[in-house]
């Protein structure tokens, strides 16, 4: 089956940490741009951290710039998002993306339309 299924959610308190994983199956995600997105209740879809087909192209939304950090790996199949020094305003259902026809980081984290794939989320609950 072809999906990608994101994992590593749940409550944090803040300053806490969190890491989590979008792991691909049925396809590879070498010739993909992939990303993170999140969406809160009310709020619009923000991309959080995208990673473009070359190596070294990333991107981070201005929010997250400094406590986020995306790392791919195409071997295994799988994108990650280490986020430190949590806070309450990062609560959100995070999902993660890939897209075929997309190749830089920042284009993908803008991109306001649909994905190739996407998964169905993961819950993310900043609180003391």
């Known amino acids: 089956q072809v999906q990608l299924v994101e994992s590593g959610g749940g409550l944090v308190q803040p300053g806490g940490s969190l890491r989590l994983s979008c792991a691909a199956s049925g396809f590879g995600l070498d010739r993909y741009a992939v990303g993170w997105f999140r969406q809160a209740p009310g709020k619009d879809r923000e991309g959080v951290s995208c990673?473009?087909?070359?190596?070294?192209?990333?991107y981070y939304a201005d929010s997250v710039k400094g406590r986020f950090t995306i790392a791919r790996d195409d071997a295994q199949k799988t994108v990650y998002l280490q986020m430190n020094s949590l806070e309450p305003e990062d609560t959100a259902i995070y999902y993660c993306?890939?897209?075929?026809?997309?190749?830089?980081?920042?284009?993908?984290?803008?991109?306001?339309?649909?994905?190739?794939?996407r998964g169905q989320g993961t819950q993310v609950t900043v609180s003391s």
């Open positions: 990673a473009g087909k070359d190596k070294d192209d990333t």
């Open positions: 993306a890939a897209d075929e026809f997309i190749s830089r980081a920042h284009h993908l984290c803008e991109w306001g339309g649909s994905h190739d794939y």
